[in-house]
């Protein structure tokens, strides 16, 4: 059975780092698109980040590029989501997702994932 697990969230001070895991058990993860994705309350949920099945292509939101990196380790069916220089408005809940069929192009559009994790709550706050 699919599982996708987050973890590392929590709370830090803005201009902090916090790294996010993503698990995937029951699926190989080499074939498979990830991305992550926030939602903060009362807010729409928000692509932030995909990477393709090899690594090679990687998208990100314009409000977290150049601050945060995704990357993955398919030995270790793991995604991550590497985020420096945090700010208040990066607080919702990360939730990653697996996208079963891969499109041609890499998108991180919430309707294009099949599967997806519980989510791990990211607060930015002093």
């Known amino acids: 059975q699919l599982q996708l697990v987050e973890s590392g969230g929590g709370l830090v001070q803005p201009g902090g780092s916090l790294r996010l895991s993503c698990a995937v058990s029951?699926?190989?993860?080499?074939?498979?698109?990830i991305g992550w994705f926030r939602q903060a309350p009362g807010k729409e949920r928000e692509g932030v980040s995909c990477?393709?099945?090899?690594?090679?292509?990687?998208n990100y939101s314009d409000s977290v590029l150049g601050r945060f990196t995704i990357s993955r380790d398919n030995a270790k069916n793991t995604v991550y989501l590497q985020m420096n220089s945090l700010k208040p408005e990066d607080t919702a809940i990360y939730y990653c997702?697996?996208?079963?069929?891969?499109?041609?192009?890499?998108?991180?559009?919430?309707?294009?994932?099949?599967?997806w994790g519980q989510g791990t709550q990211v607060t930015v706050s002093s």
């Open positions: 997702a697996l996208q079963e069929i891969v499109r041609p192009s890499l998108h991180c559009r919430g309707e294009e994932y099949d599967y």
């Open positions: 029951g699926f190989t993860l080499d074939y498979y698109t």
């Open positions: 990477i393709s099945p090899s690594g090679g292509s990687t």
